[in-house]
Nanobody
Framework: QVQLVESGGGLVQAGGSLRLSCAAS????????MGWFRQAPGKEREFVAA????????DYTDGVKGRFTISKDNAKNTVYLQMNNLKPEDTAVYYC?????????????????WGQGTQVTVSS
């Protein structure tokens, strides 16, 4: 069992920045690749970014490349999502999740533990 708790969401103006954190407890954090997903009102949950177990490989959806950075601190059992130059279309509830796949994956169905989510609202 893995417990995930996100934090760092909030209200920010367009062009601003936020850093989301996801603290994990339970099983060995370094055994898991991690992902960030988001869900806007009336829309399906979508992939945002993923990072491998070691942190050496990352993947981003096209809409956030160059603006968001995912990182992982295995010593602190925490994964981060640094979000810069935020846009109103980034408004959503952001979730972190774990997966046991080797490498990284965008597939929601392969993520087995999820946090409760943190709200990010970007005003224009």
């Amino acid at each position: 069992q893995v417990q995930l708790v996100e934090s760092g969401g909030g209200l920010v103006q367009a062009g601003g920045s936020l850093r989301l954190s996801c603290a994990a407890s339970g099983r060995t954090f370094s055994n898991y690749a991690m992902g960030w997903f988001r869900q806007a009102p009336g829309k399906e949950r979508e992939f945002v970014a993923a990072i491998s177990r070691s942190g050496g490989n990352t993947d981003y959806t096209d809409g956030v490349k160059g603006r968001f950075t995912i990182s992982k601190d295995n010593a602190k059992n925490t994964v981060y999502l640094q979000m810069n130059n935020l846009k109103p279309e980034d408004t959503a509830v952001y979730y972190c999740a774990t997966t046991r796949v080797l490498g990284i994956t965008r597939s929601i169905s392969l993520y087995n533990y999820w946090g409760q989510g943190t709200q990010v609202t970007v005003s224009s």
